[in-house]
């Protein structure tokens, strides 16, 4: 058998793995608990370059000098990204992100993102009421992983559709739809990008609009339908904080070709936007929650925020600062003394 294929199904028993780094066939590297290790395995040159053309062949697309980027799922639901050695030195280049596949919902966190059970109840209560919720973080901070669990708390009842450039988000639910954008798609001549399938799922009847990573002029369209009668949508967004996550939407807004006023962007933005949920990593290097922050209202030309909960000694700690909608918290199930209990 294909010895990468072997080196992926004996990492399958490894716990904490998050990453798979293969340079070349003498460079190989895991991320395990945040720290980065070279692994003392060998890979076969051939077995390199098969193991390629493999993951191209089930993903039906080419994977040569014309076509030199792949970026896709492998069986086990982990995403794979290659560079073509046209464009290496020598061999593709190949990176392999892998899921927290043993959590399946909030309640299964324990202690993971440094979150508590009363946090918990929180984020739960974030989309039990419908609120919008932006997902932030930088590379490999789980924003993937937790927009897959805020989404487990939908209710059954509820008309999802989930759109992605590449399936990552795992969720079961009797009226969802998964869509699945398609610019790598070789084999299309007029394949639909992002924003065009985000356009026609406002025809498609949905309760929630889900996309997996805002990247371009789809903001746009994502903004619009928060702000008419599709509560409860939600995204994630590259982003170093809060703060940059809104200026990043802003960006990728005025990409959309139409030419508005940015404080009319902005006012768009603060009255779509309900709640960010920002990820990244400690000192440890452990990944977490370090920020929830409510988009609140306008003054002047800018977008105001609080912060509701910011990354402690402890994990994550009540600012003090309680939300402006924090009635429909309680309505979705938060207890009342939330915020007292956490003082």
């Not at 059970?117 to 739960?124: A, G, M, P, S």
């Not at 739809?177 to 949905?206: C, E, G, K, Y």
């Not at 940015?262 to 000192?283: C, P, W, Y």
């Not at 994990?315 to 600062?321: C, D, I, P, S, V």
């Amino acid at each position: 058998m294909n010895s990468v294929w072997n080196l992926l199904d004996d990492l399958k028993k490894k716990k904490g793995v998050t990453e798979i780094i293969i340079n070349s066939p003498e460079y190989v590297y895991i991320e395990r608990d945040g720290e980065l290790i070279r692994l003392n395995v060998e890979i076969k040159d051939k077995d390199l370059f098969d193991f390629s053309l493999d993951v191209a062949t089930r993903a039906h697309k080419k994977f040569d000098a014309e076509h030199p980027i792949i970026d896709d799922v492998i069986d086990d639901g982990s995403r794979i990204n290659m560079v073509h050695q046209s464009y290496t030195e020598g061999y593709p280049a190949i990176t392999i992100r892998k899921y927290l596949q043993n959590i399946n919902s909030l309640d299964e966190l324990d202690g993971k993102f440094l979150i508590t059970d009363r946090w918990i109840q929180f984020l739960k209560s974030l989309v039990v009421s419908k609120s919008n919720i932006i997902v932030s973080g930088g590379t490999s901070s789980g924003k993937t992983t937790m927009l897959n669990l805020l989404l487990q708390e939908i209710h059954p009842t509820e008309r999802i559709v989930t759109i992605e450039d590449t399936r990552e988000l795992n969720f079961e639910a009797p009226n969802h739809v998964s869509l699945i954008s398609a610019p790598n798609f070789t084999h299309l001549q007029n394949p639909l990008d992002t924003r065009i399938l985000v356009r026609n799922t406002l025809r498609m009847r949905p309760d929630r609009i889900i996309i997996g990573e805002v990247r371009g002029a789809e903001a746009f369209d994502l903004l619009q339908a928060m702000n008419t009668g599709h509560d409860g949508s939600m995204c994630s967004v590259h982003a170093n904080s809060p703060a940059e996550s809104l200026k990043r939407i802003e960006n990728l807004y005025l990409l959309s070709g139409y030419t508005v006023p940015l404080k009319a962007v902005r006012e768009q933005m603060s009255t779509s936007i309900d709640f960010i949920v920002h990820l990244g990593r400690n000192r440890e290097n452990q990944r977490c929650i370090t920020r929830i922050s409510e988009v609140s209202n306008m003054e002047g030309d800018t977008i105001l925020t609080q912060e509701i909960g910011r990354l402690g000694d402890h994990g994550l700690e009540f600012t003090g600062l309680v939300p402006k909608n924090v009635n429909k918290l309680f309505e979705a199930g938060l207890d009342r003394n939330f915020f007292q209990d956490l003082e």
